[in-house]
Structure formats: C-alpha cells, structure tokens
C-alpha cells in the first residue's frame, strides 16, 4: 500500500496543462486566468471629486470665507476652465477636479446665496479628491495563475479589459459501472440502486472549474465496458467509478488493460477508497475510483480535485487542510489514513456519526473532512486534528 501523498505523485504526472482560451469577460467569473493581463489605462483617469459640493484652494478653505461660484463638474462632463482666486465650482461625485482647484468642500458645510457660498462648517483636513491613478495606472498587471473572482471581473472590466486569457474547462467523462444501476428518475428493478457517485463527483468537480460528462451506465459486461469507454476518448480525464477492486464482476482495470491502457493500480492506505487505478488510455488520463458512494466522493475530494486544479495550470498541490480544536472525543486510528465525514462548527469539529462508506446521508450532513494519520491515538476534546473542508 502506498500512502496519498505518493499516489497524488502519480495522478499529477497524470495531469497535463489544459491549452488557452479567451473568453469574453462575462464568461469569465470563476475561469482560471491562464497569462497575466495589464491595466489598458489609469483609474481614475483624472483627479476626481469623492464629494458632492465645491471645488476651490485649500488655501483659501477659511471657515466663513467666501467664493463666486463659476461653473459647474459633473461626472461626465467637466469644467474646462482654470479656477482664479476666490472662485469655487460646484461639483460632484465622479466628475473631474478642474485646474487651480485642489480641494472640494463638502455641500453640508457651506451655505450658497445665488452665485455666492460662503464656509459656514469647519470642512477639516481632507481634500476630498481621488488622485489621478490612485485606483491602478495603465500597465498594472494581474498575474496568472488566479482563479477570477467576482472583484477581480470588476476590475478588468475597469481596466478595459473586454476579453480574458483562461485556461480551456477540463472535461471530465465519468462512468459508473454495475448492473444494479439506473440513472435518477428512472424506475429501479428490485435488485437495483441509483447511481449517485456520478452525480455527485460532477458536481464537486465543475465546483472548482470542470466541465463534466455523464456518460451512460457500463454494465458488468467487457462489451459494455468498452462501448461506454469508447464514447470518452475526446475527454481530457476519464474517471470509472466502482468495479475496481478484485471480484468477479470487477472488470474495469481488465477492459482498460485491454484497449491499450499503460496502467498502474495502487493499493492506497487510506479509508474510506483504498483500491485506486491510474493510466493513460490512448494519451487520456484515466482514473478508476471505489464504487461505495462516500469513497467516490473523499477520493474526488484528495484526489480529483486537486488533479483538475492542476490541469488548470493552478500547481500541484494537495486538498488544502486546516487545523482545529476537536469538540468531541475520537477513538484510535487503525493502519490507514482516515477521512472521517466531520462536521465544523463554532472553529471546532466533531465526527459526523457512523463513518461507513455507502452513507450517503451522513456525508451530506458533513462539511469536513477529520484527516487521522495511521496508528494514531485516541483524542481528547481540544486536541488539535487535520481538517479539510467540504464545500
Ligand atoms: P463496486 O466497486 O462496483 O463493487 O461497487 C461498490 C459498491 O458501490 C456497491 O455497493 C455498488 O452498488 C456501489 N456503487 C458502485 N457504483 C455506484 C454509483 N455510481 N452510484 C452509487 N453506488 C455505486
Ligand atoms: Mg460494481
């Protein structure tokens, strides 16, 4: 048995870049940028008012003094004249600070009779005014990899930045395999299950930025294996899911042998998923996850995961984890890693209940992986554990 972090080794060396594409930036929410960008011009452009009121010489900003109000700055539409002494224009939010002018007093603190205002409140210290640039300056680069939130759209939409380099979605083709499934909505014989894992994985996986592919049901036939393997050679990751361990109706590592796969199984000492198959089926990774629903879903959490983020040039690194404080006692670990369903409230966690691995409903009642290393003991409230969460 390998231990995870040698077995993510291997599905790394799995994991190509995916190519570049531009998209346009409302498409590009949630992509990974793929090359870094650089600001197209200076924000803001101009100095510019933060306040509704007048614009006028700081050195003149006396409480009671007064000014003949001259013109007028809107956003949008500016005064073009250069202000004299004992001028003020009046001015608001957005609009360009006009020449001469060099702090804008705020309308709350002035009274205005006709063209005159006279300072009738201390307008303070504060100029009031955003400086040419202050936001960026033309040429200021996002850097790549970064995967582009919604701030960040806001941003290169100031930049003028229409269309984005991302990295292409990797499509993912996920199989189950067995007899005994039928997809959601259809109508189970007596022997049968719904298939879940699929469903589940492609939602994880087009969480952190896949583009999933639900393919039909192989059934525990080599014929059937190999058609439903045969429609996801265009995929950029073909994941099989159940059927990979050693029984009779285990058929998923044979068929894959036989169309070519250069292959490698690993026994992984982890729990819940210890049977893990990875290869190349004609130049297209392939990974053959567990079958039992909960192992499914935590080896595409340490596992799948962390491949796509690096097919999307994000590096190759493992699940994040964090540290906490346990709110509840946890019996000793046995030989291999354990990925206990938790639940993470208040900044502490506690084991979610019976730790199975078809369980469905106590995976879903988790938000947290508890991560116990091989043999270690049992633990008390307040000791500090592995976490890494679920979203
Ligand atoms: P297997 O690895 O094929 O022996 O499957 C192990 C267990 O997982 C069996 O109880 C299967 O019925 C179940 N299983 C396999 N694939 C799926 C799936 N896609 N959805 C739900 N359960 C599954
Ligand atoms: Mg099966």
Not at 41 to 46: E, G, S, Y
Request: proline share 9%.
């Amino acid at each position: 048995m390998i231990p995870v972090l040698t077995a993510l080794d291997h599905l790394f060396a799995l994991a190509d870049p995916i190519d570049i594409e531009t998209v346009p930036l409302r498409a590009a929410a949630g992509r990974i940028l793929a090359q870094s960008v650089s600001a197209r011009r200076t924000q803001p452009p101009f100095p510019a008012s933060s306040m509704d009121g007048y614009a006028l010489k700081a050195v003149e900003a006396d409480l009671h003094a007064q000014f003949k109000v001259v013109g007028e700055s809107a956003a949008g539409h500016r005064w073009n004249g250069t202000l004299g002494p004992g001028q003020a224009v009046r001015i608001f939010t957005g609009a360009p600070v006009p020449e001469g002018a060099d702090k804008v007093v705020i309308q709350e603190d002035v009274t205005r009779s006709g063209d005159m205002i006279s300072i009738t409140d201390d307008p303070g210290p504060k100029d009031n005014i955003r400086p040419a640039g202050v936001d960026f300056e033309q040429g200021m680069v996002i850097d790549a990899p970064r995967r582009l939130s919604p701030g960040d759209i806001a941003l290169l939409a100031s930049m003028n930045v229409p269309e984005v380099p991302v990295r292409r979605a990797p499509v993912v083709a996920l199989i189950s395999t067995g007899d005994e499934l039928v997809v959601p909505g259809e109508d189970p014989g007596p022997d049968q299950i719904i298939a879940s894992n699929t469903f589940g994985l492609a939602a994880m996986l087009e969480g952190v930025g896949a583009r999933a592919r639900i393919l039909p049901i192989a059934r525990d036939t080599e014929s059937s294996l190999q058609t439903v393997l045969g429609l996801a050679q265009d995929a950029d990751l073909i994941v099989t899911i159940g059927g990979a361990s050693v029984g009779d109706h285990d058929l998923v590592a044979g068929v894959a042998a036989k169309l070519g796969m250069e292959q490698a199984f690993y026994k992984v000492a982890m729990r819940p998923g210890k049977p893990l198959m990875a290869g190349r089926l004609n130049g297209t990774a392939m990974v053959g996850l567990p079958g039992n629903p909960v192992s499914a879903m935590v080896c595409g959490a340490v596992f799948l995961t962390p491949m796509i983020n690096a097919m999307l040039g994000l590096g190759r690194a493992p699940a994040p984890r964090i540290v906490m404080p346990l709110s509840a006692p946890l019996g000793k670990n046995g030989p291999r890693e354990h990925y206990m369903r938790a639940i993470v409230s208040d900044g502490a966690v506690a084991d979610a209940g019976a730790q199975d691995s078809s369980l469905l409903s106590v995976l879903a009642r988790a938000n947290a992986l508890i991560i116990r290393p091989p043999h270690d003991p049992a633990r008390d409230v307040g000791d500090l554990v592995d976490v890494l969460t679920l979203s």
